[in-house]
């Protein structure tokens, strides 16, 4: 059976379950402003009474005076403990915000690298952005308004019957068709609000797609096909917004209406009664404001409902994200080795990003320590994925992947990574400066050290003519071409110093004399070292000392470079491919 989804309310509790006393004596505050709010008319009620004895004689003015100055003390002290729940719930929802936003922060850290295959970029941001500051905004404006409309409510049909049943069943029975109306629109409406925030996802992460692969799209003309999709896109979000904020702004006018029909009805009654003696001028005048009390926290709450399902909306989302499944937890586990001496095996190993299609069949290798191997293949064949693998971004379905004999499932994710060094074809520097980019999270890396890693692959002398060399920051004012960016996380890879190392089509972005330069250096630097190396370009791998060639996931040759060009097989083929002209 499927285990039941909790509810909202159950998954927001632990971010609040430090603020329960402070929500507490913020709903203590409010009831005292709302009871004061309550009261008010029927002091006011005194006053018209005492006022009206007094046209047919004497006006007790020390009376009024007094009454007077108790209610303006009742309303600064209500307006000073209203606001003060105010401060207190504005201050717990953004504390709430920010923890969220925390735990968005750890769970990206948390959930495997499958998760971001199957969604977007824009979609993730989105939940992190859009969604908290949507639920952020919508708090911020309904729940102090609601909590102190709820207790209005009560407060004010408490006082009415008090005061006179009559006209209080003629108030409640015109402002209840309202409240039936408005839980109708709010059932119907709560889809739309759900569909917005899944519309500006998409928005979202159409926008950030487009604008990654600007150049691409300039090139082969499409500026008119991206264009013509976002308005596809933005029709569907103005769509689902148009639809949420027409709900949304009924509110208000509806309630408006049927606080004015209600209040025609108390005056039309209460006249009536007045002139048959039933009651005085005063009741009148405080069933009048009794009324605009009772409509509008009704308003206010029907308003509020509105923003609690944008507020729904969103952290339906946030919270979709925060239940995703995570990676297996590893506080059990301990420092496996040491000392890492680069020895990794592959035996029979078997994996599919989806478990029912295995795309690496029964694959077995083994990388003597020091030993420089090359996987090489067609695309899709899982040069990549086996990399992967071996990095434990993804789990194996069965098999084995070891270092120096010990299965990497049995070390923590972050052993494994230190082990490492590892260049992508994709490069990544943030903004910083180049050393901060260089460095990256390692310590006591000295100048020295820096300088020597980027002679070794030939960005020295490009960085020293940078305004600030080596401290200069990188960001949109400093216009890098894409052989200098891999060229730098080549030379952060060499910083990182660690025993194994790989290099996914590391010189792909570089031009053939900067990529014999690289080679040389990597040639050098890679003694000592386990090193795999994914290429196309089979010339920087003839020295390898073992190539393994797969194709559809499996490996079909393995030898070096003279033995599998003596076999004339697939590897004979693609190498005598790339140079048959040369």
């Given amino acids: 059976m499927k285990n039941k989804k909790p509810s909202l309310i159950k998954q927001m509790s632990p971010y609040l379950k430090d603020y329960r006393a402070f929500i507490g004596l913020a709903v203590i505050f409010s009831i005292i402003s709302s009871t004061i709010t309550v009261i008010g008319p029927d002091r006011l009620k005194e006053i018209t009474d005492t006022i009206t004895k007094g046209l047919t004689g004497k006006i007790d003015l020390d009376k009024i005076g007094d ?48 998760y971001f295959d199957s969604h977007s970029q824009g979609d993730t941001l989105s939940r992190v952005t859009n969604d908290v500051d949507l639920m952020t905004q919508s708090f911020n404006q309904s729940l102090v308004t609601m909590l102190s409309a709820v207790v209005l409510l009560f407060g004010s049909i408490f006082m009415m019957i008090k005061t006179n049943g009559v006209l209080a069943a003629t108030a409640i029975g015109a402002v209840f068709v309202g409240f039936m109306l408005t839980i109708f629109i709010m059932t119907k409406s709560q889809p739309l609000f759900k569909r917005q925030q899944d519309n500006l996802a998409d928005v ?75 009651i005085t001028i005063g009741t009148i005048v405080a069933f009048m404001t009794y009324v605009r009390i009772f409509t509008q926290p009704i308003s206010q709450i029907a308003q509020g409902i509105t923003q609690l399902q944008a507020a729904n909306a969103a952290m339906i ?35 599919g990003y989806d478990p029912n299609k295995t795309i690496i069949h029964n694959f077995s290798a083994h990388a003597k320590a020091g030993q420089k191997i090359a996987i090489v293949g067609p695309t ?24 120096d004999g010990v299965n990497i499932h049995d070390m923590k994710r972050q052993e494994v990574h230190n082990a490492f060094s590892m260049v992508l074809q994709d490069t990544w520097l943030f903004e910083g400066t180049v050393k901060e980019n260089l460095i990256y999270n390692q310590e006591y890396i000295t100048d020295e050290q820096v300088i020597a890693a980027t002679k070794a692959v030939g960005v020295h002398h490009y960085i020293k003519t940078l305004p600030q060399g080596y401290d200069t920051v990188l960001d949109d004012s400093v216009s890098l071409s894409v052989g200098q960016k ?24 570089v031009d053939t004399r900067t990529e014999e330069l690289i080679q040389k250096a990597m ?60």
């Fill in 204 to 278: 979202s992460g159409y926008v950030e797609e487009i604008y990654t692969g600007h150049n691409v799209v300039t090139s082969y003309n499409a500026r008119q096909q991206s264009k013509e999709q976002f308005e596809v896109l933005n029709k569907q979000l103005f769509s689902s917004m148009w639809k949420s904020q027409f709900f949304s702004g009924i509110m208000m006018p509806m309630m408006q209406f049927i606080g004015n029909f209600g209040y025609v009805m108390v005056c039309i009654v209460g006249a009536r009664m007045a002139v048959n003696g039933d």
């Fill in 317 to 351: 989302r946030v919270f979709e994200f925060l239940s995703e499944e995570e990676m297996e937890t590893e506080n059990d586990k301990t420092q496996q080795l040491q000392t890492v001496k680069g020895d990794v095996a592959f035996d029979n190993v078997f994996f």
């Fill in 380 to 403: 899709g064949a899982g040069k990549t994925t086996i990399v992967n693998l071996l990095m434990r971004f993804y789990e194996i379905n069965k098999g084995r992947i070891s270092i």
């Fill in 523 to 582: 040639d050098k630097l890679m003694e000592g070292r386990t090193s795999f190396v994914i290429a196309h370009r089979l010339s920087t791998i003839r020295n390898a000392d073992l190539i393994l060639v797969m194709r559809d996931g499996n490996i079909i040759e393995q030898g070096n470079h003279d033995q599998l060009m003596s076999q004339d097989g697939f590897y004979a083929d693609l190498y005598n491919s790339q140079f048959a002209t040369a």
């Fill in 67 to 114: 009454i007077a100055f108790t209610l303006a003390l009742m309303y600064i002290g209500g307006a000073l403990v209203s606001y003060l729940a105010s401060f207190i719930i504005s201050t717990i929802i953004q504390r709430f915000s920010q923890r969220l936003r925390n735990a968005i922060a750890d769970k990206i850290n948390k959930v495997p690298l499958k």
């Fill in 486 to 509: 891999q060229l730098m996380t080549i030379a952060r890879a060499l910083l990182k110093d660690s025993p194994l190392l790989i290099l996914d089509e590391a010189t792909s972005s």
